[in-house]
């Protein structure tokens, strides 16, 4: 059973940084693509990065462009998120997802994250 789990959250002054990581546990077999979405009140979910297995494909939602960095470590089977120059619009709960494709598709979320950018 393959279960994701968010840490790295919090409370961050504008301007300040946090980095979310998402622990893997379970077997991955497949082309996987690793996603951060993140959904604010009243809002709907979405996605704010993305990166392939192999980390050929890099994308982000133009909001966080030049500010997040979303990395993979196969080694240590996490994939994190790296937000600097956080501002009160990021505030939200960030999930981790990944789409795993062998023969069919099959999706995993966490249970998501509060990341809170106030002053």
């Known amino acids: 059973q393959v279960q994701l789990v968010e840490s790295g959250g919090g409370l961050a002054q504008p301007g300040g940084s946090l980095r979310l990581s998402c622990a893997v546990s379970?077997?991955?077999?497949?082309?996987t693509t690793w996603n951060w979405h993140r959904q604010a009140p009243g809002k709907q979910r979405e996605l704010v990065?993305?990166?392939?297995?192999?980390?050929?494909?890099?994308a982000y939602a133009d909001s966080v462009k030049g500010r997040f960095t979303i990395s993979r470590d196969n080694a240590k089977n996490t994939v994190s998120l790296q937000m600097n120059n956080l501002k009160p619009e990021d505030t939200a709960v960030y999930y981790c997802?990944?789409?795993?494709?062998?023969?069919?598709?099959?999706?995993?979320w966490g249970p998501g994250t509060q990341v809170t950018v106030s002053s």
């Open positions: 379970g077997s991955i077999r497949g082309m």
């Open positions: 997802n990944v789409q795993v494709v062998l023969f069919r598709k099959d999706e995993y």
């Open positions: 990065a993305t990166i392939t297995s192999g980390g050929f494909t890099i």
